[in-house]
């Protein structure tokens, strides 16, 4: 059974910086595709960023290029979103994302294109 824990949410003032972990047990997949998306009250679950760890490719929502980072440690089965320059649009629950399914980089920010969901951590940003 595939379990996803996200940790390092908590409030921040705009312009500060926060580190997600997302720490996945049971998933053995040898893609190693994993991220994040977020939801904000009222809106859409939204795609933030993934990474194709065994080739080593990141996809980011076009708002948050240059700002967040996703990076993983194999060794600990761990996602890491570095977000930094924190706008107050940015709070939002942010949850972790792992596939097994077959893989369309086109749909990358498709909720349906995961199957394993973390339960959430939030992040909110005041002004």
């Known amino acids: 059974q595939v379990q996803l824990v996200e940790s390092g949410g908590g409030s921040v003032q705009a312009g500060g910086s926060l580190r997600l972990s997302c720490a996945a047990s049971g998933y053995t997949s040898s893609s190693k595709i994993m991220g994040w998306f977020r939801q904000a009250p009222g809106k859409e679950r939204e795609g933030v960023a993934i990474i194709y760890g065994a080739v080593s490719k990141t996809y980011y929502a076009d708002s948050m290029k240059g700002r967040f980072t996703i990076s993983q440690d194999n060794a600990k089965n761990t996602v890491y979103l570095q977000m930094n320059s924190l706008q107050p649009e940015d709070t939002a629950m942010y949850y972790c994302?792992?596939?097994?399914?077959?893989?369309?980089?086109?749909?990358?920010?498709?909720?349906?294109?995961?199957?394993?969901w973390g339960q959430g951590t939030q992040v909110t940003v005041s002004s």
């Open positions: 994302a792992a596939t097994t399914l077959p893989w369309l980089s086109s749909r990358w920010n498709h909720r349906r294109q995961y199957n394993y």
